[in-house]
């Protein structure tokens, strides 16, 4: 018997969230030699453009902001080590829905509005060809509300229902006592961002978290993968005394800062998980060549 590599799945929503939320966690497993594959449900057609000289790419205009962000997520899956991206369907299937009560949500492709038994049967397919371990993918209100993420979870729940190898499902979280941390910490530095307003902030209170996977090593990683979505995300680092400092904002410029630990909820499965997505779990053997 042959033992084959672990194997991480990760469903996001739109080109960027893969390194928002999990960017350390993939470079830390990939340059482990975890097999780390991406499925991206969208192609992010509906988000909102931080630079002038690329506002014309935008929904209202050219609507060729899709195309441009498969180049940045080309780029940010480099930086991460990501070995095997996937577009859910293909690329181009589903639409970014935009968010909530918008009039993206009435596109005939909006992926809230699809077919969710065809969305399921298509990443059942990934999976079943895949066979990872563990799956990650965001909590049933989407980690913030945006209707693709909600999607995207509820897609993942109906897939695995059909993958019986999957051992762990994950849902990926925000601390909320490390985001309180690292907003203290940036008290007195003179950032180009507004400081966020109590409840800004996606996250979620600490005793919710059973998993926290250390990303310090794999910094540099992720943020080389967030400066590639530079339509998207605004990073900023600090120089002389706060060299040390890097924060990173969305299109709304609110301050987040860049955090060495990455938090999830174990959903589904068992086992010693505080610290590692794989704590535990036994290798993966198989019969010749792996497919």
């Known amino acids: 018997m042959l033992t084959a590599p672990p194997r991480l799945l990760l469903v996001h929503a739109h080109p960027d969230d893969e390194s928002l939320w999990t960017g350390g966690t993939i470079a830390r497993y990939a340059a482990a030699g975890v097999q780390v594959t991406l499925v991206t449900c969208t192609l992010g057609e509906e988000g909102e453009i931080i630079p002038d000289s690329l506002a014309q790419l935008g929904a209202h205009a050219a609507d060729q902001l899709g195309g441009y962000r498969v180049a940045e997520l080309r780029a940010a899956c480099a930086a991460l080590g990501v070995s095997d991206h996937r577009y859910l369907g293909g690329m181009g299937r589903w639409r970014d829905s935009g968010m909530v009560d918008t009039p993206a949500n009435a596109h005939p492709r909006a992926f809230v509005g699809g077919d969710l038994d065809e969305q399921a049967a298509a990443l059942a397919a990934i ?7 563990v799956v990650v993918t965001y909590g049933p209100d989407g980690g913030y509300g945006h209707p693709d993420h909600i999607r995207a979870h509820e897609v993942t729940v109906a897939a695995l229902a059909s993958c019986p190898e999957v051992q762990r499902l994950y849902y990926a979280v925000v601390s909320e006592g490390d985001v309180e941390a690292g907003l203290a910490a940036l008290a007195g530095v003179d950032l180009p961002y507004r400081m966020p307003e109590p409840g800004e902030l996606p996250v979620v209170a600490d005793r919710e978290i059973t998993t926290r996977v250390a990303i310090g090593d794999h910094l540099p990683a992720k943020l080389r993968a967030l400066r590639a979505h530079a339509t998207q ?21 609110i301050a987040q800062p860049v955090l060495d630990s990455e938090c999830y909820v174990l959903a589904s499965g068992s086992g010693p998980v505080e610290t590692d997505l794989f704590g535990g779990l036994a290798p993966v053997e198989h019969a010749g060549a792996d497919r």
């Open 127 to 133: 999976l079943a060809e895949v066979r990872p371990q």
């Open 233 to 253: 995300v605004s990073v900023w680092q600090g120089a002389g005394e706060a060299a040390d400092t890097v924060v990173y904002a969305l299109s709304n410029g």
